[in-house]
């Protein structure tokens, strides 16, 4: 059995994630049939008077003064037909962090760390002091984004430089040190990561519409295993690259191959189930693909301009939906620390330590988290329920 979904973005800004106009990027998958499709927007065009229009587009729709009744007429047909992914551009770097400083080191044992969120902790641990103003903090995140995106070291102030550690506070001067004591393995990594020259997609590294999509696909085979999923989106260049059809074919014809990681404890499918290649359409064929703009650009618009009441109530609506449509790239809340975070923060703090000493993250990572779980354990045994 297939399960059409369609799929549209807004905020796409390419490789320049730094962009302050739009800092956030979204993608929004809609499972529905096109001939329903064709009927929701009929119904908005008639309800709306918008019957002199070619195309509904959300960009222009949002900005109208009845938005809030146009998006909540469109949740009343749609319910909980759609998903939405929401990602902070550059908090977004702040996760690359771990995946090209951290990981390449850890690349033996990195479950453990993911099984545990250390990756999301040390995101949201350097987010945290960009927000601050930290000034190491800020020279550290602009020579991380020109390592990746140059994929060499002549540009770099801060980091790799031993002297630098003297100067910097904590979180910084751990994650400065650990750079620099690892130096080799980090750069060979990243000069490792191939470059797509066609599509423009020369540094994919920074791309989020592919990385969006396999979340949103992955979320829709797990609330619908049984089924194929025959992706429709609008056209977009790196969509048709190679390096968006490599990771599109991997995902065809997987049969009941369920690949799971496991984040925070929990496990969450990371692939889906193709039926076929994705189509790219234009947006004026297909009422499937319109409707997925103007959920997306309705909520991009929204979130820039949330110091407005209306767009606050238009958020609040997305909001509601948040437990079963909405999958957010958001830093936590500094003032919200778990049992994870605290033991994160130990780890990290006896990595650093131990740095010279050559004992392997590993031993370390093992010990604090045996005695993470020993605690939770025995709190349960000792614990009454009444």
């Not at 430089?161 to 004591?181: D, N, Q, R, W, Y």
């Not at 390096?243 to 997987?254: G, H, P």
């Amino acid at each position: 059995m297939n399960k059409t979904i369609f799929g549209d973005e807004s905020g796409n800004t390419g490789t320049d994630l730094l962009n302050e106009e739009q800092p956030f990027f979204c993608y929004c998958t809609v499972a529905i049939e096109e001939d329903e499709a064709k009927e929701i927007i009929q119904s908005l065009r008639a309800r709306f008077n918008f019957q002199n229009k070619e195309e509904l587009k959300g960009v222009d729709l949002s900005k109208r003064k009845d938005a809030f009744k146009i998006i909540d007429e469109l949740f009343l047909k749609i319910g909980n037909r759609f998903k939405l992914s929401v990602i902070n551009k550059k908090y977004a770097i702040c996760c690359k962090l771990f995946e090209y400083v951290f990981e390449p080191v850890f690349a033996d044992y990195n479950s453990i760390f993911y099984f545990h969120s250390f990756h999301l902790y040390l995101a949201d641990f350097f987010f945290q002091s960009l927000e601050r103003d930290d000034p190491y903090a800020d020279d550290v995140f602009k020579d991380f984004y020109n390592l990746l995106k140059l994929k060499e070291e002549s540009e770099l102030t801060i980091l790799f430089k031993k002297k630098s550690v003297k100067g910097a506070t904590s979180p910084i001067k751990e994650i400065l040190k650990f750079a620099h004591h690892h130096r080799n393995t980090i750069i060979s990594e990243i000069k490792s990561i191939p470059n797509y020259l066609d599509s423009g997609v020369s540094n994919f590294q920074f791309e989020l519409s592919v990385t969006s999509i396999q979340s949103l696909l992955a979320q829709w085979n797990t609330m619908y295993p049984e089924y194929e999923l025959h992706f429709i989106h609008d056209d977009l260049d790196v969509l048709n690259s190679k390096y968006a059809q490599e990771m599109f074919s991997a995902m065809s014809k997987t049969g009941d191959k369920i690949i799971n990681l496991k984040i925070n404890g929990e496990d969450k499918r990371i692939n889906f189930n193709l039926s076929d290649s994705p189509k790219s359409v234009s947006s004026k064929q297909y009422c499937g693909i319109q409707i997925a703009d103007l959920l997306v650009s309705f909520y991009s618009y929204s979130i820039n301009h949330s110091e407005i009441p209306d767009y606050t109530k238009i958020l609040d609506l997305y909001n509601s939906k948040k437990e079963e449509s909405m999958i957010y790239l958001n830093p936590v809340a500094e003032s919200s620390p778990n049992l994870f975070s605290l033991f994160n923060k130990i780890i990290f703090h006896e990595i650093y330590k131990h740095l010279d000493k050559d004992i392997s993250p590993q031993l370390i990572a093992d010990f604090w988290y045996k005695k993470m779980h020993e605690y939770i354990a025995d709190f349960i045994s000792t614990s009454t329920i009444t």
